[in-house]
């Protein structure tokens, strides 16, 4: 009789690229953070700059339905207070761009987008999502942070004394993540560890998520 043989668990690893094509990472076993270091395009960087610099609050949330493969999301009406300002098309291109590339590569037909103008950290803690998978990109200020694995223990997660104070991670301003969330199958007890940044005084952030809703 042969001995039942045993399925290892991938070794968690994240991967990060110079193109669009690490994104599709995410799909491997065992890598929970992909991540595209792209620089953002000038005129889109000057939006996200003279957003933050109006002081006025946004925050919107919305559930995009697509149809079909070839569908384009329906983003009309999204930061319509900022419309009249240069380089808003640019943006809202951007945004289309980014949530066609999240259904295409994982064959979305919902998805959750949030767009905040922050003034403090939103998740200040350590923590993991519990969700499938998260896209998260910054516009303009600092963007997220994470840790390797093995850098914090689990279980004290959310736990500001245990919390490490250096071999902490950033992700740029421009650039585009992907984290793998608790509710990954194969993913459980793996979440990608990140937290937000902490903000000074007078300084803000543009943040774009999306999310996996089906």
């Not at 000038?42 to 995009?64: D, K, M, Q, Y």
């Not at 923590?127 to 279980?155: C, F, K, N």
């Not at 007078?202 to 774009?208: A, D, F, V």
Request: net charge negative; charged share 25%.
């Amino acid at each position: 009789m042969l001995a039942p043989t045993l399925k290892l668990r991938p070794v968690i690893r994240q991967t990060i690229g110079e193109t669009p094509v690490v994104l599709t990472d995410i799909l491997k076993d065992g890598v929970n953070l992909a991540l595209w270091q792209r620089q953002l395009p000038l005129h889109i960087a000057e939006f996200g700059e003279l957003l933050i610099s109006l002081n006025e609050p946004l925050a919107e949330s919305r559930v995009i339905e697509l149809s079909g493969e070839d569908a384009e999301p329906n983003l009309l009406g999204l930061a319509s207070s900022c419309s009249d300002l240069e380089g808003y098309e640019g943006f809202i291109a951007d945004v289309s761009w980014l949530v066609s590339a999240f259904a295409c590569l994982l064959g979305a037909r919902r998805i959750g987008v949030r767009l905040r103008l922050l003034d403090k950290a939103m998740c200040p803690r350590f923590h993991v999502d519990h969700v499938p998978v998260r896209l998260i990109t910054t516009y303009a200020g600092i963007g997220s942070q994470w840790l390797r694995e093995g850098r914090m223990e689990r279980r004290h997660l959310s736990q500001a004394n245990a919390e490490p104070e250096d071999g902490i991670e950033q992700i740029h301003c421009g650039e585009v993540a992907l984290l793998k969330g608790e509710k990954w199958h194969g993913n459980e007890g793996f979440g990608l560890i990140h937290r937000s940044p902490q903000l000074n005084a007078n300084e803000r952030r543009l943040i774009l998520t999306l999310d996996w809703l089906a």
